[in-house]
């Protein structure tokens, strides 16, 4: 081969560049736009779905003992003392096993071990119990219509667990990359065969392959490959037209024998020849046929740098995910946090951070819960002895997502409404995670008061001025951002065919009515709260005023499962379990930022997304929302 033949780098490019450029060329050419298929749950570990999931079934279905005990109804435990016990006669009371669904007709359990059984067969209690004392009710866990998870998750053992038990046993996935490595040169022979002077050991594919499938690619070993151009070639086209990614190890230098960039040039076009790092400079960054092709250098060290700092972003950016990690930070506790004296208490965490440091926000804690660990970002450690973690107390997390996720994570409390669950699996195309925790209107100002969260829902309505949001802000708030969300419809929820004939709130207090009502601090439960002072209506008439629930969706829920006849919640929630709905009032529900976050990047993006024709298209096909005034900001600050 003459000196002529010899191929120079064209140019070395730092790594940063390099890469932005090659993933920024891919996306043009298509690479990423997601290829999917239907695969069963039980085969969907470490796969990552391409679109939402959402519940088919509650969890638990049913209500159920979640001890062992007596089950009684709570009406009859009213007066029991340890100093004048009650007696139960067998017709008031059902001995039951933990996970045993409910007997008709009582609503509380006792513990086994409080109860004091009489020879004639009767009972003695020692104290009162609410309703649903000792009792895991229906939906406690998941509600039917619960988005479970957004797309470009990756599934966990634990999240398998829960799709199952919400009914769902099929799901779309992305399709993992086809990906073929081929080692080059004359001089590589197998490992095992007997080696002689200038001859070396192939061992890079092995070492190529296993990084790859660690990282969720179906991988195929190509049969080494000489120094032969032509046969370099014809490979390459006889590859691309199955697969997704072809990786060439060795000849991607600039020496006689090292014919890789050549082909690549000739089939394609080579982006980059030569990075600026070492290890890992004979580098070949190339696209074929609108698919990736890399030049992988020969020499171990060299080969998986680059595997590191390209391959991985590259494989990344197929599948949308943030890394894992796992590693202790500190955070400030959101919410003080209650536990047990008696044990070591592992509590699950969403984090994110908020202005200058990490904030941890306590997930729903319990044996049977299992949504808590498809969400949780970390988990901090009670320890045996001590009661409570305060408010505002710094606290060492365990992670279990990487930190960079937990700095992208924008914190998102108050309200609850569908529709956020919505725009954040929207928002993950962005590259944005949105963590939800429901706390109620009243709970989100606080926590944007506290600095605890970038945003908070909240439709709180002010009886005397008959508007919503601005008069309780400008009461509890200095300064304040207020952008527009929507007005939705509240009303009555009812079961289909409104067999109880409910027609408005006057009808709550009838007697032959089973009322489920939303938390103290909602401002679904401030807006009811006026209408019944208004209207003359004495709460204490109404059967299951005192029952709470956390969302519209488990207020629904309970309606269906005829647990109640009628609760109060948006009209959308009835539209989504085929339950009646009676209209009462449009009602304003609005997002308020924490006044630091209007200037951070990510708000301008949750803006953009919110005021999308993809997040419009979304609202279109929900009953009971008027969106007109969307994304309108509204900023008041105190004059100093």
Not at 40 to 63: C, G, I, M, Q, T
Not at 151 to 179: I, M, N, T, W
Not at 353 to 370: E, S
Request: aromatic share 8%.
């Amino acid at each position: 081969m003459q000196a002529l033949d010899r191929k120079i780098y064209l140019k070395k490019m730092d790594l940063d560049r390099a890469l932005e450029l090659y993933l920024s060329r891919l996306r043009e050419a298509g690479f990423f736009q997601p290829r999917t298929e239907k695969i069963k749950v039980s085969e969907a570990l470490d796969r990552v779905l391409a679109r939402a999931v959402f519940a088919l079934r509650s969890v638990p279905h049913y209500n159920s003992a979640a001890v062992d005990g007596i089950a009684v109804r709570s009406s009859d435990t009213v007066q029991a003392s340890k100093h004048a016990p009650k007696r139960l006669d067998r017709e008031h009371f059902a001995i039951v096993n933990t996970g045993q669904p409910m007997p008709e007709g009582f609503d509380a359990v006792i513990m086994i071990e409080d109860v004091h059984f009489l020879e004639d067969g009767s009972v003695e209690i020692f104290e009162p119990v609410p309703t649903f004392h000792n009792v895991r009710t229906i939906g406690e866990d998941i509600v039917e219509y619960d988005m479970l998870f957004c797309r470009y998750h990756r599934l966990a053992p634990q999240d398998l667990s829960l799709l199952l038990a919400a009914g769902v046993f099929e799901v779309e996935v992305v399709k993992k990359p086809e990906c073929v490595v081929v080692p080059t040169g004359d001089e590589i022979v197998d490992p095992s065969s007997e080696l002689k002077e200038g001859s070396i050991p192939e061992t890079n594919s092995i070492l190529v392959k296993a990084f790859l499938e660690k990282l969720g690619a179906s991988v195929k070993v190509h049969d080494p490959l000489g120094d032969d151009p032509t046969k370099l070639a014809s490979t390459l086209q006889e590859l691309l037209p199955t697969c997704d990614l072809v990786l060439f190890i060795g000849g991607s230098s600039a020496g006689q024998k090292d014919y890789i960039y050549r082909v690549l040039e000739k089939h394609g076009e080579v982006l980059v020849h030569g990075l600026s790092i070492r290890p890992g400079k004979p580098t070949i960054l190339a696209i074929v046929e609108k698919k990736p092709v890399i030049g992988l250098p020969g020499f171990p060290a060299s080969c998986f740098t680059v595997l590191e700092r390209v391959v991985k972003p590259v494989l990344q950016a197929w599948y949308h995910p943030s890394e894992s990690n796992e590693d202790f930070l500190e955070a400030e506790v959101a919410t003080r946090i209650f536990s047990s004296v008696g044990d070591d208490e592992f509590v699950r965490v969403m984090l994110a951070k908020v202005k200058d440091r990490y904030v941890c926000v306590p997930l729903k804690r319990g044996a049977a819960t299992m949504s808590s660990l498809t969400k949780m970002d970390g988990t901090i450690v009670v320890p045996k002895g001590q009661e409570v973690i305060d408010e505002g107390k710094k606290v060492q997390v365990l992670l279990t997502a990487s930190k960079k996720r937990i700095d992208n994570t924008v914190l998102f409390v108050g309200s609850n409404d569908p529709l956020i669950d919505r725009l954040s699996d929207l928002l993950v195309e962005r590259g944005l995670n949105l963590s939800v925790v429901n706390v109620g209107s009243l709970g989100g100002v606080r926590a944007i008061a506290k600095s605890y969260a970038h945003l908070a829902g909240i439709h709180l309505f002010d009886s005397e001025s008959e508007t919503y949001n601005l008069p309780f802000l400008r009461k509890m708030l200095k300064d304040f951002v207020l952008v527009k969300f929507a007005k939705r419809l509240q009303g009555l929820v009812v079961q289909k065919g409104n067999p109880k004939s409910i027609k408005s709130l006057h009808d709550l207090a009838r007697k032959d009515v089973k009322f489920v009502n939303r938390q103290k601090a909602s401002g679904t439960r401030i807006l009811l709260d006026h209408y019944l002072s208004k209207f003359g209506i004495d709460p204490r008439q109404i059967s299951g005023y005192d029952e709470e629930e956390l969302t519209h969706t488990a207020v629904a829920l309970k309606v269906k499962r005829n647990l109640a006849d009628v609760g109060l919640a948006v009209s959308y929630v009835a539209q989504l379990m085929d339950l009646d709905f009676v209209p009462l009032c449009w009602e304003e529900y609005d997002l308020l930022v924490l006044p630091e976050f209007l200037k951070d990047e990510r708000f301008g993006i949750i803006l953009d997304v919110m005021t999308s024709s993809d997040f419009k298209n979304v609202v279109s096909g929900c009953s009971g929302y008027d969106i007109s005034d969307l994304g309108r900001v509204i900023e008041e600050v105190e004059s100093r």
